[in-house]
């Protein structure tokens, strides 16, 4: 009996050893990821900012194609989203998804020459890799960004931006906190849905 479970716990040790690296990520593999991240903003900052139609077009299929959203709404709403039914958490998403594209797609500037340069990568505790990065332009300081990926099973997705040290997903966290606790998870929903439907 005590062989039979010592084989036991071999064998599943042995295939939690061969699974765990597909749920890892490779220095050298985030920073090829997050290249193709920034061509992908630099094309968005090649748009003619009237052309608010295709550079939202852009960056949606950037978010779509290379960020982490359920996990993200859900990091967003705190606490709010363990009380949260699936219909509201499916509506937030939505929500939160055109909020991020609209407001995005048109504050980013236009493209002057700026240089985007991968500085290093490295492992953050057992689950995350950042990669950081800066922008470089010909008549302002560096901007610099930091990018947290994850592999959930999924493959290598963002799950946060730093903009000079100011995380995306706390800021937005403070922020829909501040409603929630106002109104309720549903009253941030409707002003969402409201702004974006005035930003059409």
């Given at each position: 009996?005590?062989?039979?479970?010592?084989?036991?716990?071999?064998?599943?040790?042995?295939?939690?050893?061969?699974?765990?690296?597909?749920?890892?990520?490779d220095?050298?593999?985030?920073?090829?990821?997050?290249?193709?991240?920034?061509?992908?903003?630099?094309?968005?900052?090649?748009?003619?900012?009237?052309?608010?139609?295709?550079?939202?077009?852009?960056?949606?299929?950037?978010?779509?194609?290379?960020?982490?959203?359920?996990?993200?709404?859900?990091?967003?709403?705190?606490?709010?989203?363990?009380g949260?039914?699936?219909?509201?958490?499916?509506?937030?998403?939505?929500?939160?998804?055109?909020?991020?594209?609209?407001?995005?797609?048109?504050?980013?500037?236009?493209?002057?020459?700026?240089?985007?340069?991968?500085?290093?990568?490295?492992?953050?505790?057992?689950?995350?890799?950042?990669?950081?990065?800066?922008?470089?332009?010909?008549?302002a300081?560096?901007?610099?960004?930091?990018?947290?990926?994850?592999?959930?099973?999924?493959?290598?997705?963002?799950?946060?931006?730093?903009?000079?040290?100011?995380?995306?997903?706390?800021?937005?966290?403070?922020?829909?906190?501040?409603?929630?606790?106002?109104?309720?998870?549903?009253?941030?929903?409707?002003?969402?849905?409201?702004?974006?439907?005035?930003?059409?």
């Amino acid at each position: 009996m005590i062989r039979i479970l010592k084989i036991v716990l071999f064998a599943l040790t042995f295939i939690f050893c061969i699974s765990k690296p597909g749920f890892t990520i490779d220095e050298s593999e985030a920073i090829k990821y997050i290249e193709n991240v920034g061509q992908q903003a630099i094309n968005i900052l090649k748009t003619p900012i009237d052309n608010l139609e295709k550079r939202e077009l852009l960056f949606e299929k950037m978010l779509n194609n290379n960020f982490d959203k359920k996990l993200i709404h859900r990091a967003v709403l705190g606490k709010a989203a363990r009380g949260a039914s699936k219909e509201q958490l499916i509506r937030f998403g939505e929500a939160f998804n055109k909020h991020i594209v609209k407001v995005y797609a048109s504050q980013l500037g236009v493209y002057s020459n700026q240089l985007f340069i991968i500085d290093k990568a490295y492992k953050k505790g057992k689950k995350d890799t950042i990669v950081s990065s800066h922008i470089e332009h010909e008549t302002a300081p560096p901007l610099r960004i930091d990018w947290r990926l994850r592999n959930r099973g999924q493959g290598t997705k963002i799950i946060d931006i730093a903009i000079e040290g100011v995380s995306l997903l706390a800021t937005k966290r403070a922020d829909f906190g501040a409603s929630i606790k106002k109104g309720g998870l549903h009253a941030l929903i409707i002003d969402l849905e409201t702004k974006n439907a005035q930003n059409n």
